[in-house]
């Protein structure tokens, strides 16, 4: 079976850095696009960032400059290392297969996320 499985989250202070990690089994995960994609308390799905096979890399505008996704595949890990905190940042962060620029659940695979809470 599919598992994604998201970790790292917390609160944290403005200004302050996560690294969120999303363990892969069940697939090929070298072989596939992976995204980050959040979701804000009582907003709709946002893509944050994709990352190919070939590790070329996009970002959202809102985290550019501020966030790195990366992957590792021999542990068939994501990565998202995020600096600068907002308190707009605050969301569940999920993990997915494929390039989730519109982000659909009906579209691939999604972890169930982990919660990042930006406050002072």
């Known amino acids: 079976d599919v598992q994604l499985v998201e970790s790292g989250g917390g609160l944290v202070q403005p200004g302050e850095s996560l690294r969120l990690s999303c363990a892969a089994s069940?697939?090929?995960?070298?072989?596939?696009?992976m995204s980050w994609v959040r979701q804000a308390p009582g907003k709709g799905l946002e893509w944050v960032a994709w990352?190919?096979?070939?590790?070329?890399?996009s970002y959202a505008g809102s985290v550019k400059g501020r966030f790195t996704i990366s992957r590792d595949n021999a542990k068939n890990t994501l990565y998202l290392q995020m600096t600068g905190l907002k308190t707009e940042d605050t969301a569940v962060y999920s993990c997915a297969t494929g390039f989730q620029n519109v982000p659909s659940r009906d579209r691939g695979y999604w972890g169930l996320g982990t919660q990042v809470t930006v406050s002072s």
């Open positions: 990352i190919t096979n070939g590790d070329l890399t």
């Open positions: 069940g697939f090929t995960f070298g072989a596939l696009t």
